[in-house]
């Protein structure tokens, strides 16, 4: 399992928030559990209520929690969003946001678990709905989060912002996954 602190974007903080932290592990069947865990004041925060869990657009709206995976050398990657409402959103890019028709195979699963101060959703993606990896290179993934306060506003968390203003999909924010269990060669 390896663990990451996200880090707030410097032009929106969020007091409410005392860390965010995003694991990553690999499981059997070459499938990738990812967990959030938020701490802080959760009743200053505006979460989204359950809600049956299907593909919806514009989750990253509110808050959501995010994971960006590509293949190293390879402008394509994919774009997964879950929401602590049980909702969730999948997209494909052929490269910098130039989205591709696409639906995934199997929906991801995800579990939320809130107490207090802190809340914690885990989802687990399928093997086949990662980006194709026939080379069995390394893949690259951006952790990221939107937190939306009761007043509306916005934080936006991720491993790194190479950017003055949040931008999820910029490359330079993933990190590589030197770990050949999540390789796969048949996609």
């Not at 080379?135 to 989060?145: D, N, R, V, W, Y």
């Not at 939107?146 to 916005?154: C, L, M, R, T």
Request: net charge negative; aromatic share 10%; with cysteine.
């Amino acid at each position: 399992m390896t663990k990451h602190n996200l880090i707030c974007h410097p032009s929106a903080g969020n007091i409410a928030v005392t860390g965010l932290l995003a694991e990553l592990q690999p499981l059997p069947e070459h499938r990738l559990r990812l967990r959030y865990e938020l701490t802080g004041d959760l009743m200053q925060l505006r979460m989204p209520a359950p809600q049956p869990p299907v593909a919806v657009d514009g989750l990253w709206e509110h808050t959501c929690f995010e994971a960006f995976i590509g293949v190293e050398g390879d402008a394509s990657y994919h774009e997964f969003n879950f929401s602590p409402s049980g909702q969730w959103a999948a997209y494909s890019f052929s490269d910098y946001r130039l989205r591709n028709d696409w639906t995934v195979r199997q929906m991801p699963m995800i579990s939320v678990t809130r107490t207090d101060g802190r809340l914690l959703l885990e989802a687990v993606i399928a093997a086949a709905d990662l980006p194709p990896n026939r080379a069995g290179k390394p893949f690259q993934l951006g952790l990221t989060a939107v937190i939306e306060s009761n007043d509306g506003s916005h934080s936006y968390w991720a491993l790194h912002h190479p950017e003055s203003c949040p931008n999820f999909h910029h490359r330079a924010g993933f990190i590589s996954l030197f770990n050949a269990y999540l390789t796969h060669k048949k996609l």
